[in-house]
């Protein structure tokens, strides 16, 4: 019977990190939900990443579940508790275990003998051997196996075995058969570690009530959802990771909440395109014809999208697209993370074309932010990029539960529908009637008076084709200003203050939130250093963005791209200074830490006497 | 240009069921070379959208970039229309369609757009039946850029400037029909005759209607050695099978009994008749059509309805779309509803 | 008898524009190029600028001819003599002509009564009537009519007949028997004008010795012998305006002096691809497969081609992009001028990318940057873009002759040949064996020893496909290191200083080089003022223009779009002041000219007090 | 996984006319899942080009995206290779082709790739007759994205999770007969007895030789109702001519002459040899061979060399490439020098 040792004195109760090492299409995901699932059930805040890789089965992959009772979002960074699945990974994953950790590996198979540390709790069980006893069918022992870590883990440290029995019974609500061999497997891990291992491991999970008003969902889900609630019935797409669940998700609501009960046909249109082309092409011809529109994609397709995105600003057709970001340039490592696709999505397409786009940081904004696309594209008439990234949209994140407010309604922007051409002489589609650079359009087919025509080349206000240099400039110096008065339509910053008076400020974007959040914290607590905050939510910046940087010597702008593209832009686009704005940038393809913001602004203030 | 403003001299012209002349179905001057051959195709539309008592403002236009992709502002100004990017047309096509079924999408595109740039899109809106009549205004070479090849170039083929194509004709027709198109004909710009009732045909049809018109450009490829030109096209041209609309409400008549003519009922109401000339030939068989075209090839230019489906779900069918159409649809239909969300978190609880 | 009345008190001796207003299609580019020659060739300096309609027949053209004996380059924006062959825009046309000019007009049929202006000597000329008198043909009597008023031109203004002559000659040497007719139309035009109208015009030419070692040549015509002579083999296009006319000049080259005079094969390869997405792809597979090879297209072209431009540039395959712009955004006006794809070629693609841009401002620097661009790209191992544009691609220049040095060898950059291979142990494509961020490529089918990989998606520096963090970033990290690299390698800017201590400069970019200039000896003329002046040549920055600006308060940043890209860039990649970059910005369509400079420096130094 | 290093135990294999054996055509492991048809088909790959004496650096491997392009990197490690963007693979071999015939091109792609993303540059490499083998790895779904249709889905397919395809599906060997392709051939990663024989055949052929290979894909569609199983191919399989590459210096067999063999000298030397099975039918006939595939349409996977035309110009004839390759070319022959120059500039003073 082997002793836990932890080499750690302190135990560290509701706050480390359980890291499981496996090998793709071995259905380990699922056991690993369910392992989170189950702390989350007991009140405890959790962050849960799945680092996968990009092939369908047989390399390395990787879960983390950072336990954390003070609920912080981003990912940790240390590991504690290694499930060491994986032979091939196996001297890496050893490695990565932070000091006073345990590693838990499947005893079968002797392990490599020179791998070792002196500073980690090593626990052998034979896994696979106890699977192979209790299961016959190859695929089964495989699935067991995961299912068997789980209650290994379980019972270091103490997940409530109640809570997996519901957790199985609900994962398998549709195959009851499925439910006795699943805990059958849970229970074998979790008894043979109770029998073999005596002393307490230093990591202990302690049931609180801090996630009742939570949901654990992935952000491309919340967005799906979000575009049902926003009215969209239409969308397009061609597969890419890490985007292709958004338009699954769609699908799914759809089926469930869009099929009419009566005639069984459905209030929604999705088409899987033959390319990203095609894709925009067809939300822009949906658009067109009045119906909110979208359509999911990663880099690579906003790429190809761009001829379209041109268009559709220069020819004022709405459109929506989420750019689930993952890593470039090129096919990149299209199952990691990150935000180098700012710049492209601000200025995309030739000639002078300035977007809308909106950064969500979690689920619960890619819900929100969904709707609002929509509401904004139809406003400004305008494609409108909804930036999520891989993180945020395939990570399932601790939110609160997404709500509804039923007296919302979609603003569908300037539309004069039958009864409002009744009423006026002639219609002019890119007359500016109002003064505030919007238009009004038309929905085609809905009366005489409204018909015009759409065209990317060169047209006067009044809708005609043209060639003159004044003509021209004024149609396009009408955008512009049209866009610059989004500046305060669009999400404003979330900004928060030390509460002390403070020069030195931390901004950033999107799912970098957590950790700068973080490492604000810990900056206070170790160095003493009192640091502002603001997370951009939109471009156009919207003014309160210019304002709070004008109160700091230094504001470090952290960001997951090599090139700092969102600097670019607030130097670009605001009365920033240069001398202002400190990059720190993170653009490995991990989710953000804050270990490497705690080190990049202690080395700014070091250098800075 | 938009500027000049057409003479309207109407009082005489015969109106039709909804007491529209032809100049309702007109559009803005064309700006094309005079006697190109798209300003016939264009004539043949109004006439043919006249005879088949459209209402202009429930017809879409869509189209690429090319000489023949701007013809969609020279006809039915009382429409809306969008001139997208270069072969790029159907996919703004079918984005509209899917939304609103109840529109007639026309879609003019050009040789260049639709077989090289294009070719994807053209190939997949033929895949997804989309309900249009797409028309290829086919005239061997990219006009607006001033006359290079185009990929409808037969082999042999000399430009104006004296270089030779060596490489195979793409053949739209040929290439709809291995693609599982369910109309697909082919005219001549120079055959007004034969080319409008084709086109009101196609628009009776239920799913995607592609009319290849040979539509020979004056200014890059009129000149002697051009398979494209007007004199090659009717040395070679050959009729094949007559195909016009028959509304519901008027009877088949003899002209059209006369050699046996054919008569397909379509989906919306009224039928389309088939008759033959000169060949023994059913456009209802695709091996039959198959094997017209593949033994007529470089030979002959075939015209005429080549091959007729009209038992075909189009793509509305394939997406169970709902009789309202989607962009007019009420947000109490689209949007469930908080206590629906309410539930739907549980799930993620 | 009609007698010349000019307003203007005196003469001006070769300094005026003469514009001609036709209707397309009707084959008046010749006849005006001929007129504008002919100018040329009695020494004087001219600038002639096209401006057509993207049509092929009947639509508004125009021409203008600037004469300019101080050798200026840039466009006026004056209309000293106006041929207005056009009713459609005749009125249009008087209104354009500048106080003390003259419009000439076709009097065959009468003229709109109500257009007339006192400050305009206006000249009526039957020329239908008499080119239906004395040609026959439809056709000629139309072609005729443009040489008629080119004759006329010629009469009024003191063009060497002889000099026509011998243009005439040249023009029509493979047809001789047109040579008769097209005189006798000059002629008859000459001859009408010199009978009826007795008094001198204000605006007179006089022979100079200007333009002996110069040439009259479009900057798509000196590019694409560039790419001849850098030794290109290899070309893909998809035809668009404004770029196509460089792949015609390629062509016309390579089958003047490519194709081998013994076995009649060509020793070049060019391909019209499909659209531009398969031209770029060829463009890099013929690169990969070691051969030089480019493609010309304009700003709808870049769009498309952004992914495989984002492959290049990560996967480290040479590739010359020349990007004729033209006015966007989407189809735009095509036949218009405009610099609006800087932003787009500095940073196109999704994720991290950085180009390498050269920015030709004259047909000269056309041809050289054509041959610096394949150097910069093999030396670099990466997508340089020549960015030009409608006004320097497609207008005639004068410039001086181009010249070659017999003994310049291209730098093919790092190549591991057959030879190279023996001697190494292993080859990795990937390794920064030299430490200056560029490794060795190998050519394909070479040499055993030198097979690799090439992709995408993420690789080692050993080449090997990865998603580990660090190993990316690692090749990331060099390949922007590599691109920092090349800023001192790259053209440097233009620098002219004016002698004086200054504050002031004028900073600009391609084609608005010319009018640039002008201003400034404008403002130093009627102002006073004392202005420097610099123009970049090449992207990444060199040193010298950060050195540059540093010097002065007020920089303006003179460029050719709606949102001021260049200076986007200067704010993003130097360590300029944003307060010290004042924007000049024109973007209408139009060939720069010095008015707009002159207004805007005239404002904003108001405005300073 | 390039970490992973390949036992190498090659001392009993056979060596073919280079010395070389089999192990010296692999390349790094394969990362696909276990039982992909893909994995069968490098094997082919490794065989056939084994059997050929290619010499490894000798062939250039092009590919796309997905399960199917990766497979470039898993045979010929000793050969350069380039995996490009989804569905692009077709121009940058073109432009490596261009400039360099020389080298053996072989292209993989899969079917999401050449028949959705990538239809256009497939349609266009054909009409180019671009010489080089491409290979469809076609099992009617995106495998690297997790099962979505592809476009060559059959009607009535049904995915892993219920779906139901309605769209007609896009047959790559229809499709390239129509667009002129020279060599066209259909075989099944489950038979490597007649794959590798084809592969040879398409290598040893001057122009395009496209097969599209029958490769299930076990993760996503290889369940019951998906006609691209492993189950459904062998049901339905129906192999109509075997062809093999028969080099210059080997005998015809007796093997061959039975059954009335047909052979077709190839332009760069050697035979191809086409042995009829069970149907009467000459693979040499365009219009037999459109005739068997429409008449066989979703009722059998006709697989086998189904049409050869080896009198066609490749892409380097009609672009009168010299026999030097571009790549190589000295500078002297691209340069023209400054006297040139400066005759040119005569005409532009
Ligand atoms: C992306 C893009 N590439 C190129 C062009 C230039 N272009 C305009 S029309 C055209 C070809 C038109 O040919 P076709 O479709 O046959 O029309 P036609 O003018 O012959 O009627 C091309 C290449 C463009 N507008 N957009
Ligand atoms: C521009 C772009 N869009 C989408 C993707 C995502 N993607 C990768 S492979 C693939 C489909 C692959 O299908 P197929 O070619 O049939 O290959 P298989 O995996 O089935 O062998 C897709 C859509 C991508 N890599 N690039
Ligand atoms: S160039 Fe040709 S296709 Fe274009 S308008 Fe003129 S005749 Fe017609
Ligand atoms: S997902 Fe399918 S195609 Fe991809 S490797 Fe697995 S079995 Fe093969
Ligand atoms: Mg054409
Ligand atoms: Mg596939």
């Known amino acids: 019977m082997n002793a836990v040792t932890g080499t750690s004195a302190r135990t560290r109760v509701n706050d480390f990190v359980i890291k499981i090492a496996n090998v793709n299409g071995t259905g380990s995901a699922s056991a690993n939900g369910l392992l989170m699932k189950a702390i989350f059930r007991m009140g405890i805040p959790v962050v849960g990443k799945n680092l996968f890789p990009s092939n369908i089965q047989g390399l390395p992959t990787w879960y983390e579940i950072r336990v954390t009772g003070d609920g912080w979002t981003g990912r940790s960074g240390e590991v504690d508790i290694m499930v060491a699945m994986n032979l091939e990974s196996y001297a890496r994953d050893l490695k990565d275990v932070s000091p006073g950790g345990v590693l838990i590996y499947d005893s079968t198979w002797p392990r490599p003998s020179l791998l070792s540390r002196d500073d980690v709790t090593v626990l052998g069980i034979p896994l696979a051997r106890m699977c192979n006893e209790n299961f016959a069918n190859a695929r089964t022992r495989v699935l067991m196996k995961n299912m068997a870590y789980v209650g290994v883990v379980a019972a270091l440290t103490g997940v409530d075995m109640a809570v997996i029995q519901t957790l199985v019974e609900e994962m398998f609500g549709a195959k009851p058969k499925l439910i006795p061999p699943n805990m059958q497997a849970v229970e074998m891990g979790y008894n043979y570690a109770k029998e073999h291992f005596t002393q307490p491991l230093a990591f202990k999970l302690e049931a609180l009530d801090k996630t009742s008003d939570c949901i654990m969902i992935d952000g491309n889900t919340a967005a799906a959802l979000g575009c049902v609630y926003a009215g969209a019935s239409f969308g397009a797409w061609y597969p890419i990771t890490p985007s292709t669940s958004l338009m699954d998700g769609f699908k799914s609501f759809c089926e469930q909440l869009r099929v009419d009960p009566e005639t069984g046909k459905n209030n929604y249109c999705i088409i899987q395109a033959e390319d990203e082309l095609s894709a925009i092409g067809m939300v822009i011809g949906a658009s067109w014809n009045g119906a909110r529109a979208f359509t999911p994609t990663s880099g690579p397709g906003i790429s190809l999208m761009s001829e379209f995105i041109g268009f559709a600003y220069y020819s004022e057709v709405p459109a929506v697209l989420f750019d689930v970001q993952r890593v470039g340039p090129s096919t990149g490592m299209p199952t990691r993370t990150q935000q180098g696709d700012i710049l492209l999505a601000a200025y995309a397409s030739h000639g002078d074309t300035k977007h809308i786009v909106l950064f969500p940081a979690n689920p619960k904004e890619c819900f929100d932010f969904a709707v609002e696309a929509f509401d904004l594209a139809e406003r400004f008439q305008t494609p409108v990029f909804v930036l999520s990234d891989l993180d945020i949209g395939m990570n399932d994140w601790m939110t609160p539960k997404l709500e509804w407010d039923d007296s919302r309604r979609p603003d569908r922007g300037k539309v004069y529908h039958a009864a409002d051409l009744e009423k006026i002489e002639k219609f002019y589609r890119y007359l500016d009637v109002d003064g505030d650079g919007i238009p009004y359009r038309t929905i085609p087919g809905e009366h005489p008076k409204g018909a015009y025509f759409t065209r990317g080349s060169g047209h006067t206000k009044y809708g005609g084709y043209t060639e003159d240099s004044a003509a021209y400039q004024d149609v396009l110096d009408r955008i512009l200003q049209k866009w610059k008065n989004a500046a305060t339509k669009v999400p404003g910053p979330e900004i928060v203050r030390c509460g002390k008076p403070t020069r030195i400020a931390i901004l950033t974007v999107g799912g970098c939130d957590g950790a700068a959040k973080e490492a604000i914290a810990r900056l206070n607590a170790e160095d003493d250093l009192d640091i502002d905050y603001l997370r951009v939510r939109a471009f156009p910046f919207h003014p309160e963005i210019e304002n709070f940087i004008a109160n700091y010597d230094t504001v470090f702008v952290l960001e997951q791209n090599r090139d700092a593209q969102l600097r670019t832009l607030l130097v670009t686009e605001t009365t920033a200074r240069k001398d202002q704005l400190v990059s720190i940038l993170d653009y490995a393809g991990m989710p953000a830490n804050p270990h490497l913001i705690v080190d990049r602004v202690r080395e700014h203030i070091a250098s800075q006497g | ?349």
């Open chain 2, 1 to 349: 240009m938009t500027s000049i403003v057409k003479p309207r001299i109407d009082k005489h012209l015969r109106r039709n069921q909804l007491g529209l002349t032809v100049r309702d179905y007109e559009g803005v001057m064309s700006t094309l070379c005079a006697g190109c051959g798209h300003d016939s195709v264009t004539a043949a539309f109004v006439q043919a959208f006249h005879e088949m008592n459209l209402e202009p403002h429930r017809a879409a236009k869509v189209s690429g970039i090319g000489c023949s992709s701007k013809t969609t502002a020279y006809f039915l100004g009382q429409s809306s229309g969008i001139n997208s990017v270069h072969g790029r047309m159907p996919s703004v096509a079918t984005g509209a369609a899917a939304v609103n079924p109840d529109l007639y999408y026309i879609g003019v595109s050009g040789d260049g757009d639709s077989l090289s740039i294009g070719i994807g899109q053209f190939a997949h809106a033929i895949r997804r039946n989309l309900n249009m009549l797409y028309c290829i205004e086919n005239n061997g070479v990219y006009g607006l850029t001033k006359g290079q090849f185009s990929a409808s170039a037969d082999i042999g083929t000399k430009a104006k400037y004296g270089e030779v194509n060596e490489q195979p004709p793409i053949d739209p027709v040929l290439l709809a029909l291995s693609l599982g198109a369910t109309f697909v004909a082919r005219g001549f710009s120079g055959d007004k005759k034969q080319l409008v009732p084709l086109m009101k045909a196609a628009l009776a049809h239920k799913g995607f209607a592609l009319i290849d018109i040979v539509s020979p450009c004056v200014t890059f490829n009129d000149h002697k050695g051009s398979t494209k030109s007007y004199a090659h096209t009717y040395e070679y041209y050959h009729p094949v099978i007559h195909a016009d609309f028959v509304p519901e409400e008027a009877e088949i008549t003899a002209e059209y009994q006369d050699g046996g003519a054919i008569t397909v009922p379509m989906h919306h109401g009224g039928n389309v008749t088939l008759r033959k000339l000169g060949r023994d030939y059913d456009p209802r068989d695709r091996d039959q059509a198959f094997h017209l075209l593949r033994t007529r090839e470089g030979s002959e230019v075939l015209t005429g309805l080549l091959y007729i489906d009209e038992t075909k779900p189009d793509m509305g069918d394939m997406n169970r779309l709902p009789d309202e159409p989607l962009n007019v649809m009420d947000y109490s239909k689209l949007c469930p509803g908080s206590a629906k969300l309410a539930e739907v978190m549980k799930g993620y609880s």
